[in-house]
């Protein structure tokens, strides 16, 4: 562990910071290294909000997109080229101790700076940048370009003096699919600060009265979601689940907060016949998260990629709540033997499983304090942010 204070720089290439996915990483690690005594200030798109007083340096402005960057997008070419030479800017400005990179695009632009003034690099892995961009639909994986993004990839994750990664998942696919070094990998797992994601956050008639002005029915069970909306984060399968689920019960809504593609998959619930069961919030601000979240009776995590995170589940945990989930690795790593698992991809069975455990009193509220449990003693920020010192003075020494 490192004795001083230290002046570390994050470069976040994304519209940092927004509320979801990610962007939590990045700011709540920014927070736990500064409650250790440390000086964090984060290079960032032109675009995005604020976050609890972070420092925050911000590319120029491009005149042709002024809308946050969500997932892969032909716009990032020019938004890190820009954010590669402000980094610069700053870096040569402040001279950190350590520059913290999160995504592979945070990484690449990073290596100049790295190089040319010899400062250590960590690298915040979050999944495979070509899975990624293949779950986005941005890149064919039999298409010309794979087999060269796939090989930008690897020299990405073997340039840094150290990586983090989210899970033991992805500390296999590092080793194994691009030869990274065991001994240069960590893994600091997504967290929570369960003070703030609890149960208790609400009062009953503030739930009731939260609930109502959403539209959902006072008596009604209800199935909350919180993340992007996408295909990759099975948003199309769990509109399909709803729809098997009220075709022999009328007493369950759907809570499903996130975004982009609102109005999309809002036709689309109303195609299946299923709108009146369901409730799109559209972007839900970080801080009101906890609120919304206790509306749920079960939590459902219906994520199809196999190389991402899944911290969302975390904040489910955290409040309490039952979680139903595809049964992933990474799932599994998360929830152990307190989540409820259903086939990857078959909506029959998420559709029998998330309607059993609605019926199942008791078992929601076992399930649901030992996830509360587990959650605050293995995935909170506090020990993350220890374990992100310990790396840097790894990289430092």
Not at 7 to 21: E, K, W
Request: glycine share 8%; with cysteine.
């Amino acid at each position: 562990m490192t004795g001083r204070s230290l002046n570390v720089l994050m470069v976040a290439p994304t519209s940092f910071f927004s509320s979801y996915g990610g962007h939590i990483r990045i700011a709540e690690e920014a927070d736990a290294l500064k409650l250790l005594g440390h000086r964090v200030k984060v290079v960032t798109y032109h675009t995005g909000g604020a976050w609890n007083g972070l420092p925050i340096e911000r590319t120029l402005r491009v005149p042709w997109r002024s809308d946050a960057e969500v997932g892969s997008s032909r716009h990032k070419v020019a938004f890190d080229a820009l954010l590669g030479i402000k980094l610069m800017q700053v870096a040569l400005s402040e001279r950190p101790d350590i520059i913290h990179a999160h995504m592979h695009e945070g990484a690449l632009v990073s290596l100049p700076v790295h190089g040319l003034l010899r400062i250590p690099l960590v690298f915040d892995f979050q999944g495979s940048l070509t899975s990624e961009m293949v779950d986005h639909r941005f890149l064919n994986p039999r298409g010309v370009l794979y087999g060269p993004a796939r090989r930008l990839e690897t020299m990405i994750n073997n340039a840094p003096n150290a990586l983090i990664a989210s899970s033991q998942r992805a500390v296999r696919l590092l080793r194994e699919a691009y030869g990274c070094r065991a001994k240069s990998i960590t893994v600091v797992p997504d967290g929570v600060n369960p003070d703030f994601f609890s149960p208790g956050v609400i009062s009953a008639d503030e739930r009731a009265a939260l609930k109502a002005r959403l539209g959902i029915p006072a008596h009604h069970k209800v199935v909350v979601y919180l993340g992007l909306l996408a295909p990759y984060q099975g948003t199309e399968l769990l509109l399909q689940t709803a729809a098997e689920i009220t075709r022999t019960r009328c007493d369950v809504h759907f809570l499903i907060m996130g975004y982009p593609g609102v109005d999309v998959y809002r036709a689309r619930a109303q195609q299946l016949g299923v709108d009146r069961f369901c409730t799109f919030t559209g972007k839900i601000n970080y801080l009101d998260a906890p609120r919304h979240l206790a509306l749920g009776d079960v939590a459902v995590a219906p994520k199809l990629s196999a190389t991402e995170g899944l911290g969302k589940v975390l904040n489910y945990m955290s409040m309490a709540l039952p979680t139903v989930a595809f049964d992933t690795e990474v799932a599994r790593e998360y929830l152990d033997a307190w989540g409820v698992y259903a086939e990857p991809g078959d909506v029959m069975q998420l559709a029998r499983t998330l309607s059993a455990l609605l019926d199942d009193g008791p078992r929601c509220i076992a399930l649901g304090a030992a996830l509360r449990e587990r959650v605050a003693s293995h995935f909170t920020w506090q020990q993350a942010g220890q374990r992100i010192v310990d790396v840097y003075a790894q990289c430092l020494a």
